[in-house]
């Protein structure tokens, strides 16, 4: 049985097409606003498989914002990269549970169709806030509710239990990680775990990276 970097390095080259068609890409269009995007933000996309959001977060941040993207997987890297970029944008491989960046650099960390995957989603999670700016928006999101995902995910064996937390346990996981503010919503077609990032003044986040 193949590992699950097996399973989306060998997806890599048609996912999009595959997952994103034009009905699917126009439920995509109307989830970009829950980002929060502002104008010239700092924005980290976390999981960014061939880069789907990547084209919207660049348009939402205007010529003086800057992107920055990575996954694990070094094939879904790559097509991400391939995406339509700012000069001061960037694409890599990396893992969400050491991201390559130090604190508080961004203004929104965006995880779309990603969190599931994570082998030590609450180290995960204390990372994602880690790098987040004080102020900053912290996003989970998926074109689908908790229910659907494991659903669609129970299809194939490579991530047939990779499944989102329940809401409340979901809403402590945002808190323990320094978020405040937090919302969930769990609906047909839509799912959003979002937060604020606090101060950081005096906080200790176990399980993260160094500065």
């Known amino acids: 049985m193949g590992t699950t970097s097996d399973f989306f390095d060998s997806k890599a080259a048609g996912w999009e097409e595959s997952c994103y068609p034009e009905d ?23 999981g960014t498989g061939p880069g789907v959001l990547l084209p919207y977060i660049r348009k939402g941040v205007g010529d003086s914002g800057r992107v920055c993207a990575f996954d694990l997987s070094l094939p879904m890297a790559r ?18 549970h050491h991201i390559p960046f130090r ?5 929104n960390v ?21 790098v987040a700016a004080e102020g900053a928006v912290v996003v989970i999101a998926h074109l689908m509710s908790r229910q659907e995902l494991a659903d669609h995910h129970g299809a194939h064996s490579a991530v047939a239990s990779h499944v989102l937390p329940s809401d409340s346990r979901m809403k402590i996981w945002l808190e323990a990680a320094g978020l405040s503010n937090c919302d969930i919503i769990d609906a047909p077609g839509r799912y959003l775990a979002r937060g604020i990032k606090q101060s950081t003044a005096g906080a200790v986040f176990p399980g993260t990276a160094a500065p």
């Open 24 to 46: 699917v890409r126009a439920r995509l269009v109307d989830l970009i606003p829950e980002f929060r995007l502002a104008s010239e933000a700092r924005v980290l996309d976390i």
């Open 110 to 130: 965006i995880c779309f169709a990603a969190f599931p995957h994570f082998q030590r989603p609450v180290p995960a999670l204390a990372e994602m806030v880690r």
């Open 79 to 96: 097509e991400a990269g391939r995406k339509p970029l700012g000069p001061g944008d960037l694409v890599l491989k990396a893992d969400v």
């Open 103 to 107: 604190d508080g650099v961004f203004d």
